[in-house]
């Protein structure tokens, strides 16, 4: 029994997208949206100054951020997607951004320090959820300013050694002409995720971090529900944890099927993410196909 921690197969609102999909309320879904929001703090702090901001030292961005995104929406959708295309950059988190007379180091005396956003005297300094996130709590605000000085976080975020995008849009088609499209960006004031579906009998629209869903049913006079989903306590929406119940669960009865996110659907969502990357960088149209023929030859 192998679990992939894909923890949005286990969110509470997609669990009820993914139900009232199956219910057929909406008919056939024709067509997907998704936009993850990763807000540009968390961009700067995690993949611009942080772990993932460099592909040589962890790997691409739609791989590191985003095979959730599109794991789920192959989850949902639950047709073999046959083909990708991608575009996206890095646009803004680059050396000519950087402001004129901006220091290397924020603690070497900015003059846009009082506006940056991304000031790390303002991000790490004091008892803020970032300083936590870069080793930094718990320290007075002489030792951050010390620290600052050698660690990662402490780089001006215009002058750093990241190379992964800050903003990439994919379009998947998959069997029987249903299409998707997913969007990441860095550039919004906070983060989350929004989803919206487009059924033959209806459209549904999710705020998934506000737990909310909009159902609008054509057939019914344009019906609309609002759906409030009673928020779970935990990392991801409280996710996290039913992930590890799911698989602790599985083991214990030896019943593989309580795992939603097998290596079998982790391999059918991870081709999507490879050609999805491989199209961006080389301009065309990839079939998913390629991808997964790739993987059997090696096997």
Same mark, same amino acid.
């Given at each position: 029994?192998?679990?992939?921690?894909?923890?949005?197969?286990?969110?509470?609102?997609?669990?009820?997208?993914?139900?009232?999909?199956?219910?057929?309320?909406?008919?056939?879904?024709?067509?997907?949206?998704?936009?993850?929001?990763?807000?540009?703090?968390?961009?700067?702090?995690?993949?611009?100054?942080?772990?993932?901001?460099?592909?040589?030292?962890?790997?691409?961005?739609?791989?590191?951020?985003?095979?959730?995104?599109?794991?789920?929406?192959?989850?949902?959708?639950?047709?073999?997607?046959?083909?990708?295309?991608?575009?996206?950059?890095?646009?803004?988190?680059?050396?000519?951004?950087?402001?004129?007379?901006?220091?290397?180091?924020?603690?070497?005396?900015?003059?846009?320090?009082?506006?940056?956003?991304?000031?790390?005297?303002?991000?790490?300094?004091?008892?803020?959820?970032?300083?936590?996130?870069?080793?930094?709590?718990?320290?007075?605000?002489?030792?951050?300013?010390?620290?600052?000085?050698?660690?990662?976080?402490?780089?001006?975020?215009?002058?750093?050694?990241?190379?992964?995008?800050?903003?990439?849009?994919?379009?998947?088609?998959?069997?029987?002409?249903?299409?998707?499209?997913?969007?990441?960006?860095?550039?919004?004031?906070?983060?989350?995720?929004?989803?919206?579906?487009?059924?033959?009998?209806?459209?549904?629209?999710?705020?998934?971090?506000?737990?909310?869903?909009?159902?609008?049913?054509?057939?019914?006079?344009?019906?609309?529900?609002?759906?409030?989903?009673?928020?779970?306590?935990?990392?991801?929406?409280?996710?996290?944890?039913?992930?590890?119940?799911?698989?602790?669960? =599985?083991?214990?009865?030896?019943?593989?099927?309580?795992?939603?996110?097998?290596?079998?659907?982790?391999?059918?969502?991870?081709?999507?993410?490879?050609? =999805?990357?491989?199209?961006?960088?080389?301009?065309?149209?990839?079939?998913?196909?390629?991808?997964?023929?790739?993987?059997?030859?090696?096997?």
């Amino acid at each position: 029994v192998v679990s992939v921690c894909h923890s949005l197969r286990y969110h509470a609102v997609y669990a009820e997208v993914r139900r009232i999909i199956r219910s057929g309320v909406i008919g056939e879904v024709v067509a997907l949206d998704q936009l993850e929001a990763v807000e540009s703090v968390h961009q700067s702090h995690s993949f611009v100054r942080g772990n993932w901001g460099n592909e040589g030292r962890s790997t691409f961005m739609l791989l590191a951020k985003s095979c959730h995104d599109l794991d789920i929406i192959v989850d949902l959708i639950d047709r073999d997607c046959l083909s990708a295309h991608s575009y996206g950059s890095l646009f803004y988190f680059r050396s000519e951004n950087q402001p004129e007379g901006a220091p290397d180091r924020c603690v070497d005396g900015c003059p846009v320090e009082e506006d940056c956003p991304y000031s790390a005297l303002k991000l790490y300094t004091g008892d803020k959820p970032w300083s936590h996130h870069a080793g930094l709590s718990g320290l007075s605000m002489a030792e951050t300013r010390e620290k600052l000085k050698t660690s990662p976080y402490g780089r001006c975020v215009f002058k750093t050694d990241n190379d992964v995008v800050d903003h990439q849009v994919v379009s998947m088609e998959f069997e029987g002409g249903v299409t998707a499209t997913f969007t990441m960006t860095a550039f919004t004031p906070w983060g989350g995720r929004y989803l919206r579906i487009h059924g033959t009998r209806g459209y549904l629209e999710a705020k998934v971090d506000q737990s909310t869903i909009d159902l609008y049913e054509f057939w019914a006079r344009n019906r609309h529900s609002h759906i409030v989903i009673e928020e779970e306590d935990g990392t991801h929406g409280g996710a996290d944890s039913t992930v590890i119940k799911s698989l602790m669960k =599985a083991v214990s009865m030896g019943d593989p099927a309580s795992v939603r996110t097998s290596t079998a659907e982790s391999l059918r969502s991870h081709a999507i993410v490879f050609a =999805a990357e491989r199209s961006r960088r080389e301009g065309r149209r990839v079939q998913v196909r390629e991808v997964l023929d790739e993987v059997e030859r090696t096997r």
